[in-house]
């Protein structure tokens, strides 16, 4: 590997764990920080189109792995591109609801925010399962985010075996948050306001 590749994928991994932190701060900054939105503007129409986004970088995924094991690598690179803007898109729709929408809550039929006793009693059979897996696709999408992206700059940069070796293990990690994620909001769409 020359200098020229090396230097440009030092610079690359640097811009990775920046944007990593960023997404990882405005994550936790979502739950705490509401940024009102003028009379008569609502984002309540994401979450059905970031929800549609993660299921079609799932698609993407499964094309991208169709392309590759039959050594069409043009289209596996297309659809690893589609996969990569269609999560950026997803990501930015997610923080731009959760910056300006309250919280939706499993199990909250009213909509007042908080799960009472009666409403907790509706939804406990289910409830842990929600909790489960949302809570694996949370963690897993953040821990997932820098790797995908440096599995993308290994073959950026020529590297293709090591593109491979991290591939096996970051593709169905990165498959796994594009489905969980359109499940999870299946499980939570009724409790939507």
């Not at 392309?67 to 690179?77: D, G, L, M, Q, S």
């Amino acid at each position: 590997m020359n200098n020229d590749v090396l230097a440009t994928e030092k610079r690359l991994k640097i811009f990775i764990w920046i944007v990593t932190a960023a997404v990882v701060a405005l994550v936790v900054l979502m739950r705490e920080v509401k940024i009102p939105l003028p009379d008569g503007v609502s984002f309540s129409g994401l979450p059905p189109f970031y929800s549609l986004l993660n299921a079609l970088a799932g698609v993407a995924l499964l094309l991208s792995l169709f392309f590759i094991k039959t050594k069409n690598v043009a289209a596996h690179r297309a659809m690893n591109l589609t996969a990569l803007g269609m999560s950026a898109l997803f990501l930015i729709c997610y923080v731009l609801y959760h910056f300006t929408s309250p919280e939706t809550i499993f199990g909250d039929t009213n909509g007042n925010g908080k799960l009472d006793a009666a409403e907790a009693a509706l939804v406990a059979g289910v409830r842990p399962y929600y909790l489960l897996l949302l809570l694996s696709h949370i963690v897993l999408a953040a821990g997932s985010l820098p790797f995908i992206l440096l599995t993308f700059i290994k073959a950026y940069t020529g590297q293709f075996a090591a593109h491979r070796k991290m591939a096996r293990w970051v593709w169905p990690v990165w498959f796994y948050v594009c489905v969980t994620g359109p499940v999870c909001y299946w499980m939570l769409k009724p409790y939507y306001q």
